[in-house]
């Protein structure tokens, strides 16, 4: 069975950083690109970043790029979302994602999804 | 970027009724266009993707079609489970976009 779980998330001053983790488990966790989508509090979803499984290509939503950074640790399974210059409207629930569809190099839909990790940007 | 626009954004019905949510699209997504259920508290589930297909373990009540700009996603038969926000994502180009949102509640 697929597992993700995010861990990482809390309180944050604006302008500080985070790092968000997700595990993995039960698939091979090279073999799928990954992505992190947030939903800021009773608000819609929002697609920020997809990466690759053997790091091939990287995508950014703009409201995110320079600011943030994907990346994957393949041998441990992880995926992690660096994120820095945090403002208020980063304020959400972070998800990591699956992609569908296997070895694909440019990332598809979002199949299994983690439970989310909470990150609030507030003084 | 592509715009996806989903109505209604609530809608409300009796158990057994048909919803049907519509998504349009400011430009073609050709085919490639999702649907995701999230429950409260939930982190969304994908139930339909490339317009039409059905996840395994998706109920057949749910159904999607269309094509270029506009899709729909029809829920027949209501059950009380079905109470959900329905999002539709396409992946024709990056940025991937969400529409935002279909409330479905049981009158």
């Known amino acids: 069975e697929v597992q993700l779980l995010e861990s990482g998330g809390g309180l944050v001053q604006p302008g500080g950083s985070l790092r968000l983790s997700c595990v993995g488990s039960?698939?091979?966790?090279?073999?799928?690109?990954m992505s992190w989508v947030r939903q800021a509090p009773g608000k819609g979803l929002e697609w920020i970043a997809s990466?690759?499984?053997?790091?091939?290509?990287?995508y950014y939503a703009d409201s995110v790029k320079g600011r943030f950074s994907i990346s994957r640790d393949n041998p441990n399974n992880t995926l992690f979302l660096d994120m820095g210059s945090l403002r208020g409207d980063d304020t959400a629930t972070y998800y990591c994602?699956?992609?569908?569809?296997?070895?694909?190099?440019?990332?598809?839909?979002?199949?299994?999804w983690g439970p989310g990790t909470l990150v609030t940007v507030s003084a | 970027d592509i715009e996806m626009t989903q109505s209604p954004p609530s809608v409300s019905a009796s158990v057994g009724d048909r919803v049907t949510i519509t998504c349009r699209a400011s430009?073609?997504?050709?085919?490639?266009l999702a649907w995701y259920q999230q429950k409260p508290g939930k982190a969304p589930k994908l139930l339909i993707y490339?317009?039409?297909n059905l996840l395994r373990g998706v109920p057949g009540r749910f159904s999607g079609t269309g094509s270029g700009t506009e899709f729909t996603l029809t829920i027949i038969n209501l059950q009380p489970e079905d109470v959900a926000t329905y999002y539709c994502?396409?992946?024709?180009?990056?940025?991937?976009?969400f529409g935002g949102g279909t409330k479905v509640e049981i009158k």
């Open positions: 430009q073609s997504v050709t085919k490639w």
């Open positions: 039960g698939f091979t966790f090279s073999n799928y690109a």
């Open positions: 990466l690759s499984g053997r790091n091939e290509k990287i």
């Open positions: 994502l396409q992946t024709h180009l990056f940025p991937l976009t």
């Open positions: 994602a699956q992609d569908f569809a296997f070895l694909a190099t440019v990332p598809s839909y979002f199949d299994k």
């Open positions: 490339t317009t039409s």
